[in-house]
């Protein structure tokens, strides 16, 4: 007889559940912050998770070439629009056409199995 895990339900103020991302991987989700509901970028490593915009500091685009499929290569984000790539842990351009900028970071927490807004998010 197989068993079967019970998923824990998320709560409201959950953006997701950390088993949704695999490790080392990303997803946007969408989230109420100060300015009104924006698209934020999830990135897993581990139990450690990382939130960003989900706008590129060149020209304003998301940087998911579909909704919540990220290019990721060597502990880098690439923006699908025109190739600028950015640090998982900092955000920093570190190549492309907005070298030197970063994305806006979005504090995050994970708290049991789920993604959360920090308080100060
Ligand atoms: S919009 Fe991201 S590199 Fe141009």
């Keep these: 007889m197989d068993t079967v895990t019970p998923v824990e339900p998320l709560d409201?103020?959950?953006?997701?559940?950390?088993?949704?991302?695999?490790?080392?991987g990303a997803t946007a989700v969408d989230a109420m912050l100060a300015d009104?509901?924006?698209?934020?970028?999830?990135l897993r490593h581990g139990e450690q998770v990382d939130g960003y915009l989900n706008v590129c500091p060149h020209a304003g685009r998301r940087l998911d070439y579909a909704p919540g499929k990220f290019l990721l290569k060597n502990g880098t984000?690439?923006?699908?629009?025109?190739g600028a790539t950015f640090n998982r842990t900092d955000g920093?351009?570190?190549a492309g056409p907005c070298r030197g900028e970063h994305l806006s970071p979005v504090a995050v927490r994970v708290q049991g199995s789920a993604i959360h807004l920090a308080d100060d998010a």
């Design 12 to 24: 409201e103020q959950a953006l997701c559940r950390l088993d949704e991302i695999p490790d080392g």
């Design 36 to 42: 009104g509901v924006e698209s934020v970028i999830l």
């Design 77 to 82: 984000l690439i923006c699908a629009v025109h």
């Design 92 to 94: 920093l351009c570190v």
